[in-house]
């Protein structure tokens, strides 16, 4: 969507707010939609004002954002951006605080969705970001308390409750037609899955090429993991071909929806990057190459699910105070002062 265009359909919305009321905005607000967004954490001492940050994304053309908790001044500033949202929760103690108490999850909704929507379009709240294995029975309860929260708030069809999982909940993952969920979390997640099927929400998934060709560069070659020309798997069991990586691990979460009974479920891609530095095969040049290659193929889908994947990059930008691998620290777009770290361009969509 070109930036007259997008300020007419904005200036659009908000009249049609103004006259008839948020009911709906939402409606409308669903319609402007982006097939690519970039998650923004803040997990550094030196990262741009969030005023700063939202007026980054818009000049730079990147419709979506991701929050990883509710972040009140990345929240203000993002009123009126016509920037879609997924809003996150935050971290495990909180979705067990939603989990345990509906009162909890309908103060947690005033707070931090109806305080701010329809200004801020918020797509999806994120009830957890991969959830450990031992915690993963607090997902669908805090899921469900959070749900009714926004029905009784009237936003429950324009504000979507999923969950983020990484891959690791996938297993047989190879070839794609084999996904099945893990045994150590299927319980949670089929359940899961039917309550996303029933409310209309899409699973997140957190899929990176990146990590599988690290830990297996002998039988993953870079060209596949990166979006290059040179490798083309067939996939037996549905007799679909993938010339990449990523559509593979996509379509195995695919799989393992329809195997739990959950066919019609989407797929958001709520994180998939490269590191440019810190660690084996982090370069600029191939952190470049698979995020350039991730942001102009997911308008076309995977060979599964053919059609625009949603899917948000990570990250935003370098964060200098993530701990664990060194990796962890250059996933970024931009270095804090907000020069890219590469070119990267996204669509006017």
């Known amino acids: 969507m070109g930036t007259l265009l997008s300020l007419v359909v904005l200036f659009a919305v908000t009249s049609v707010l103004s006259a008839v009321g948020p009911s709906c905005y939402a409606v409308c607000a669903q319609s402007i939609s982006t097939s690519t967004g970039v998650c923004y954490g803040v997990i550094g001492n030196n990262l741009p004002s969030r005023s700063d940050v939202v007026a980054l994304y818009k000049s730079r053309n990147i419709h979506a954002m991701r929050i990883y908790y509710p972040d009140h001044d990345a929240l203000a500033a993002l009123r009126g951006s016509g920037i879609a949202l997924v809003l996150d929760v935050g971290g495990v103690d909180a979705v067990r605080a939603l989990a345990a108490s509906p009162a ?6 005033r707070a931090n969705v109806r305080a701010y929507y329809p200004g801020v379009l918020i797509r999806y709240v994120a009830v957890g970001n991969e959830v450990p294995a031992a915690d993963a029975g607090i997902i669908l309860p805090a899921m469900r308390n959070v749900h009714a929260a926004l029905a009784a708030a009237g936003l429950a069809a324009a504000v ?18 084999s996904g099945v969920f893990n045994p150590t979390v299927a319980h949670h997640m089929v359940r899961v899955a039917m309550f996303l099927a029933s409310t209309g929400a899409p699973l997140l998934a957190n899929v990176y090429p990146y990590f599988a060709y690290r830990d297996n560069p002998v039988d993953i070659s870079l060209n596949y993991a990166t979006f290059q020309p040179g490798t083309t798997v067939r996939d037996d069991g549905n007799g679909l071909v993938y010339t990449n990586l990523f559509d593979a691990m996509v379509d195995a979460i695919h799989a393992a929806l329809e195997k739990a009974g959950a066919r019609h479920v989407r797929v958001v891609v709520s994180e998939s990057g490269w590191p440019s530095a810190g660690g084996f095969a982090a370069t600029v040049d191939n952190a470049r190459t698979y995020n350039q290659g991730l942001i102009d193929h997911v308008r076309q889908g995977t060979p599964k699910r053919p059609g625009v994947l949603e899917t948000y990059v990570f990250a935003m930008f370098n ?12 996933f970024g777009l931009f270095y804090p002062d907000k020069r890219p770290v590469y070119p990267i361009t996204f669509p006017n969509n």
Do not use: H, L, Y
């Open 104 to 109: 909890a999850a309908v103060k947690w909704v």
């Open 319 to 330: 964060e200098n105070q993530k701990t664990g691998d060194p990796t962890e620290n250059n």
């Open 160 to 177: 979507k409750v999923s969950t983020a999982v990484r891959m690791d909940v996938i297993a047989d993952s190879f070839p794609p037609s």
